[in-house]
């Protein structure tokens, strides 16, 4: 069975204190890799799609770095408006072709 | 209108109501699929369709029906619900029916039910 975690399940920071987020997963077959951010009351707004270990992608203040078993979210001196939930996401080629979501990470950054 | 939208934003309804949700995509999808997010829950895939014809269906109860008339439109018919429904239901669109493939997300209707 596809599973995807996500740690931690929260996470605060002061502004300018990078960290990273981490998703684990077990696929039979890596389709994709995606993060997503959610702002609270808010649809999830895509952020990256990684394909094969070793692919990263970046995005101003974020990078996400894709390994055959994980996969993570450096936040590079975060602001307070990146405060939101990070979502992970996997699909299963060997799967029923559905995305597999994580529980998400809940960053707050304080000024 | 860009994007993934959803109508109405918020619901309450009682238990014993019918209504019903709306989306529209504004990407030229030919997938679209309803998700429900519950507190401290992963999001929960119910429905998908893929060039109009249901592909998946997770098991869901039948007091939740989906109808998708055209590739554009989603509608998520409700009727004789539980309070453990009350959730944030979210519709979202992929290019083709490669179902695993990047998803992209309307605001949601917060669902409330008494």
């Known amino acids: 069975e596809d599973q995807v975690t996500q740690s931690p399940e929260a996470l605060r920071l002061q502004e300018g204190e990078s960290s990273s987020l981490n998703c684990s997963y077990t696929v039979s077959g890596l389709r994709g890799l995606f993060w997503y951010r959610q702002d609270p009351g808010k649809g999830p707004e895509f952020l990256f799609t990684?394909?094969?270990a070793g692919e990263e992608k970046e995005k101003e203040r974020l990078k996400a770095t894709l390994t055959k078993k994980e996969s993570f979210l450096h936040i590079t001196a975060p602001k307070p408006e990146d405060s939101a939930t990070y979502l992970c996401?996997?699909?299963?080629?060997?799967?029923?072709?559905?995305?597999?979501f994580g529980k998400g990470t809940k960053l707050t950054v304080n000024p | 209108e860009t994007g993934v939208t959803q109508t109405p934003r918020h619901l309450v309804m009682g238990m014993t109501n019918k209504k019903s949700l709306k989306c529209e995509q504004h990407?030229?999808?030919?997938?679209m699929y309803w998700y429900k997010q519950s507190a401290k829950k992963p999001l929960e895939l119910m429905f998908v369709?893929?060039?109009?014809?249901?592909?998946e269906n997770n098991s869901v109860p039948s007091r939740f029906s989906p109808e998708c008339p055209n590739s554009s439109h989603l509608f998520l018919h409700l009727h004789t619900l539980q309070p453990e429904d009350s959730a944030l239901y979210l519709c979202?669109?992929?290019?083709?029916?490669?179902?695993?493939?990047?998803?992209?997300f309307g605001p949601g209707t917060r669902l409330l039910v008494l």
């Open positions: 996401a996997v699909g299963d080629q060997g799967g029923s072709e559905k995305l597999v």
């Open positions: 990684l394909y094969s």
């Open positions: 979202a669109s992929s290019q083709d029916s490669g179902l695993s493939g990047t998803q992209y």
């Open positions: 369709y893929s060039l109009e014809e249901r592909v």
């Open positions: 990407l030229g999808h030919n997938a």
